[in-house]
C-alpha cells in the first residue's frame, strides 16, 4: 500500500479488555479486506498483530501493534493495543497518534473493568469512540444485557447502529438501525424474522434519544413529536463521534466475521481523518501550550510515539506524520537534541512485515530503521522555529525492583539489557 491521501486515512485504536477479540478483529478485518491470505487465531499462536514468542506463548498481546487495512479506498490504520493493565504504557503510545478508538466487549462478559479503564483514556484523551459488541454469535452470548449495561455504565450517548437479528435465541443477521439495511451471516440481505418487532422499535428509539441530545435543534423535535429525517440522523451520528457525544454501538464476531464489513463501512464513513484536527499541540521550553496548525504540503514534521530495540533490524522508530508529506530520503532535525537525522528508508508496517514507501502524508504511520539520536516521544521536522509536540504521559510506578550482578563481570551484558529496555519502555521521570 503506497501513498494514501490523508483525507483517506482512519487512525483507530483497538482497546477493550483482555480477551474481548482485539487482536482478533485486527486479523478478521485483513482477511476480509486481502490483507492476510488466512485468518489466523489466538490458540494456534499465528495472527498477524501478535507476532513476538512471548505474545504467542501466553496468547495475549504484550506490546501495541500496527495493521493498515485498506477498505473501499481508504486506509484504516489499526492500532491493536494490549488489555492488559501491565502494559498500559503501550495503550498511552497508541492513543497519542490515534484518530479514533474501538472499544471491544465481548457479549458474554459484558461490561468489565478493562472495558471502564478504555473508557476513561478516551474521555480523558477527548478520542471520539465506538463499542464492537464481539462474540454475538456465542450460545452464550447476551447482546441485550450488555447494551443495557452500557449504557447504565457510560450513559446515554452509547447508542445503537448496527444489532443482532434473532430467530427464537439463535443469532441469524444484523440489522442497521440508521439505513434500515439488514445483513445474513453471508453478508446478503434477509427478511427481518418475525418477533424481532418491538426489540428493533426500543433500539429505534434510544438511537434517536441519543441523536436528539446532539443538538437543541434535534431536541426540539424529538420532544415536540417530529419525526427525525434519516438525513439529519446520519448527520448527527457523523457530528456526534467527531464531538464525542456520541458512542455508536455496532456488533458482530470476529471469528466468523460476521457484521465485519458493515463495521469498517461504519468506520470509513464515519469516523474523523487526520484533516479533522486542524492544528496539534505543541510545547515550549518553559511548558507552555500552544497549538501549531498542520497542512498536507510544506515541511514535514513527525512524533515518534513508539520505538523497538530489535536484534536484527536495530532501532525500529516508529512515527506520525504530524504535518506536510514525509518523503523517503528526507533530513529531519531532531528538537530535542539539534540532532539531524537521514530518513534513508521508511516503511509501513503489518504485524512484522515492512514494506517500504516512498512518500507518507498527514496523518499516516509508518516505521524508519537505524535512528542514532532518537528516541520515542521526539520531534522532528525541517519546519524553522518549529516546538515539540506534547509528548506522551505514562503513568506513575508503583513497584521498584533493584538489579544486581550474580556473577564476576556480568556488569556490562546487564547494562546493555537495560539500556535496550529503556530505548522500548520510557523510564518514569
Not at 318 to 341: P, W, Y
Not at 358 to 374: E, P, R
Request: glycine share 8%; hydrophobic share 40%.
Amino acid at each position: 500500500m503506497g501513498k494514501v491521501l490523508s483525507k483517506d486515512i482512519r487512525n483507530v485504536c483497538l482497546l477493550g479488555h483482555s480477551a474481548s477479540g482485539k487482536t482478533s478483529l485486527a486479523e478478521a478485518m485483513l482477511y476480509i479486506t486481502k490483507g492476510s491470505d488466512r485468518l489466523g487465531n489466538i490458540a494456534s499462536g499465528n495472527t498477524v498483530c501478535d507476532y513476538d514468542p512471548e505474545e504467542i506463548k501466553r496468547g495475549f498481546s504484550l506490546s501495541a501493534s500496527l495493521a493498515p487495512v485498506s477498505y473501499k479506498g481508504a486506509k484504516i490504520n489499526l492500532i491493536d493495543a494490549p488489555g492488559y493493565l501491565d502494559f498500559c504504557g503501550e495503550v498511552a503510545q497508541a492513543l497519542r497518534v490515534a484518530g479514533s478508538a474501538l472499544i471491544t466487549v465481548s457479549a458474554k462478559a459484558g461490561v468489565e473493568v478493562g472495558t471502564e479503564i478504555a473508557w476513561n483514556n478516551v474521555t480523558d484523551k477527548h478520542v471520539p469512540r465506538a463499542f464492537f459488541i464481539n462474540k454475538c454469535d456465542d450460545p452464550e452470548a447476551r447482546f441485550s444485557h450488555v447494551f443495557k449495561q452500557l449504557r447504565e455504565a457510560f450513559g446515554h450517548s452509547v447508542c445503537p447502529i448496527i444489532i443482532p437479528l434473532l430467530d427464537g435465541d439463535k443469532i441469524v443477521g444484523l440489522i442497521d438501525l440508521l439505513d434500515n439495511r439488514t445483513y445474513g451471516q453471508d453478508g446478503k440481505e434477509i427478511a427481518v424474522p418475525a418477533g424481532n418487532e418491538q426489540r428493533i422499535a426500543e433500539l429505534k428509539e434510544m438511537l434517536m434519544e441519543s441523536i436528539a441530545e446532539t443538538s437543541e435543534e434535534l431536541l426540539e423535535k424529538y420532544f415536540g413529536g417530529e419525526e427525525i429525517t434519516r438525513e439529519e440522523a446520519v448527520n448527527a451520528v457523523h457530528t456526534g463521534i467527531r464531538t464525542g457525544t456520541i458512542a455508536p454501538v455496532v456488533c458482530g464476531s470476529a471469528t466468523t466475521l460476521l457484521g465485519l464489513e458493515p463495521m469498517m463501512e461504519f468506520i470509513v464513513d464515519t469516523f474523523p481523518s487526520p484533516l479533522f484536527h486542524k492544528a496539534e499541540i505543541v510545547v515550549d521550553d518553559d511548558g507552555n501550550e500552544s497549538e501549531a496548525s498542520t497542512s498536507e504540503s510544506g515541511d514535514p514534521a513527525i512524533f515518534v510515539f513508539k520505538t523497538i530495540a530489535d536484534p536484527f533490524v536495530g532501532k525500529m522508530s516508529f512515527f506520525k506524520v504530524m504535518t506536510g508529506e514525509l518523503k523517503s530520503g528526507a533530513e529531519l532535525k531532531n528538537l530535542t537534541n539539534g540532532q539531524v537525522e537521514k530518513f534513508s528508508h521508511i516503511y509501513t508496517i503489518c504485524g512484522k512485515k515492512q514494506t517500504e514507501v516512498d512518500a507518507l502524508s498527514l496523518g499516516d504511520l509508518g516505521m524508519t530503521a537505524k535512528l542514532v539520536n532518537t528516541n520515542t516521544n521526539d520531534t522532528l521536522t525541517s519546519v524553522a522555529g518549529a516546538k515539540p509536540y506534547k509528548k506522551i504521559v505514562y503513568p506513575e510506578s508503583f513497584y521498584q525492583r533493584a538489579i544486581v550482578t550474580t556473577g564476576k563481570g556480568d556488569e556490562d551484558k546487564i547494562a546493555r539489557g537495560i539500556q535496550r529496555l529503556i530505548e522500548e519502555d520510557a523510564p518514569i521521570t
